[in-house]
């Protein structure tokens, strides 16, 4: 509401100033006109293959896209873990915040043709990848609204419109289905990569090597994303893995290491590694991040590491926090402006909750659709059948 | 173009104890039939359906075919193959079809695999089409459910169905559950096809029968073929198919020859095969085990046993009604089957049978199956472990008494 009220005051004209508009002005003016050059906070670091450089193009467009998206997902997980201790959420949550970078940054960097695919800690990729709030919201409270109609829960969102492949339960099985749909874009031809998102814990599974054999093999175009937020549930890397460089763990596949705090490094890494993967073949990136949540809403993620070091984190890498610094310094918004912004997301996450609360449960007939496809035609009925009908394609 | 086709011998050979089912299929095929532009017939594939003295002809049987065909029916004498060269002619005929079909396996591209069945495929359609993957189930399988989640129909050769145990997870929660849990969102049309059961001598390990771990998982279809005509027909089906489809061979059934119709033709993935009418005893059974249970006929025939065999090919799910058809004429059921005696095809099959049909029942289900044991390799303890004709024999005579 308070985004209409600014652009109707814009279209006043200038004679008409009022102190807010031209603050205003600043704001929308500098849209796309002026380039602004970033340095990501730590240089990359290569494994096989050349890093690509530090500094990075962004515009102030892109900036306050970054800000409120990175808002809305860190907003969003905040609600959701409110729901989930008032018991509206139910079962398994985890939750994203603190890594809120990896997935924006990769957005920036690829189209809706590529393909995500994840595993369970899945809501802010989703959101990234153009599913809304209460599509999220709904399948959260399990409704019929929700984007897998209630039946999946929140280890299971999936968007096939613009290529987002879910949403998986069983650590490590989504990267085989990642190699997958990268075969499949090479068998079409496309010129298009898939990424397949898996965690520091996921990095131990043999089918993860498996796949990447395979990839390497057939130069398929899949990049493997290991973000690293040091913790598989419980147990610390350096006592889960014996070589915790995961961006080297690929032996014959290049490998990047990307600082995954910091957006602008995500989007380069993930544009050289679409790059990379449309010639070579595959590529491992991985993202060193940090989740301020513990491993899921019944871990309180404090037992196995200090609160010292997630306030330490949160103070100094906070992705979000980085984002407003450079746009405070760039003076491409105020803070107050910030603030609003904060506020109005806020309120949308609140409008988007009270929206899905009043989606009604799936009606007991869904427990039973989708199981198949009725593709080819033939209906069975059990022991009553009265009709024998086949059809053929 | 639909096309369901009822066997001209319906009516004749169900007798007037199921009078009001067989009015209701005499009137649906035939209408049916009337339906259809074109004339399609090729009901058996030996040819013999014209003999009206031979009881087989009569039998009901229920295939689709596809189109064409405006030529006499049955004078078509088709042409003779193996079950692997039906196997490879129906996906050869799939893949020339459907640019979006592979297959994907070990040893399947430039050997040709390892019992033949894609043969001079990867000459023909390229190294990417026919996949020689490495050794590593659990990731291939998952990459074919990853790829048929874009779009695409992969068919997942196991060299031995044993093997794909280790992509049980790949099978359970992405291929079988994916288009459930996202609401519909993706079809995962993945043909995983592969021998199993007891061969000759080949030790534990290489004698498995996955059909009964594979039967709980929701979303997948279950399929056994038993002769070339099944094969092809059924292979053809499951690649056609929008669901997951496991398709079961068995390892000595591989050099089984028939003379198979020249037409194209596609089978029904839910229907069971009537093999031999009767009217005494129901016998179920599917995959290897039919030839036992033929052998055995034979035998029970001479004593003067008439035993109505079905092989039931489908597996998950059961088509229950051919099956309660057949219950409700005989009263009386027999399954043989090759799957270890607990959890079991045919433990889930006595259930459901007992659960529908108990009422139409004279005796207890008798579920003839292999023994507990893992197969060992001594040949006469081989023998042993799965049913043999004369024990078919001996429970056919004692339910009969």
Redesign the interface.
Known sequence: MALTHRSTNLLKPLSAAVPFTSSLRRLFSTDDATAITVETSVPFTGHKCDPPPRTIDTTPKELMTFFRDMATMRRMEIAADSLYKAKLIRGFCHLYDGQEAVAVGMEAAITKKD?I?TAYRDHCIFLGRGGTLVEAFTELMGRRD????????SM?F???ESGF??????VG?Q???????A??????KEEHVAFALYGDGAANQ??LF??L??AA??DLPAILVCENNHYGMGTAEWRAAKSPAYYKRGDYVPGLKVDGMDAFAVKQACKFAKEHALKNGPIILEMDTYRYHGHSMSDPGSTYRTRDEISGVRQERDPLERIRKLILSHDIATEKELKDIEKEIRKEVDEAIAQAKESPMPDPSELF??????????Q?F??D????????? | MAVVFQGIGATAALTSATSVDSKKLYILSRRLVSETKSTFMVVRSDGRLNSGSNRRAQKLITNAVATKADSSPATKPGHELLLFEALREGLEEEMERDARVCVMGEDVGHYGGSYKVTKDLANKYGDLRVLDTPIAENSFTGMAIGAAMTGLRPIVEGMNMGFLLLAFNQISNNCGMLHYTSGGQFTIPVVIRGPGGVGRQLGAEHSQRLESYFQSIPGIQMVACSTPYNAKGLMKAAIRSENPVILFEHVLLYNLKERIPDEEYILNLEEAEMVRPGEHITILTYSRMRYHVMQAAKTLVNKGYDPEVIDIRSLKPFDLHTIGNSVKKTHRVLIVEECMRTGGIGASLTAAINEYFHDYLDAPVVCLSSQDVPTPYAGTLEEWTVVQPTQIVTAVEQLCR
């Open positions: 393909c695919i929700g984007c897998s109609r209630g039946k999946g829960g299971h999936y968007k096939k492949y879910g949403g998986h339960g069983i099985a990267v085989p289905l990642g190699i997958g749909l075969f499949a874009q090479k068998y079409s043999g089918q498996e796949a054999n395979m093999l057939w659709t989708n199981v198949y496809v009725k593709g080819f035609g033939v069975s059990g022991a059948r009265k009709e024998v009908r086949a059809i053929l394609p």
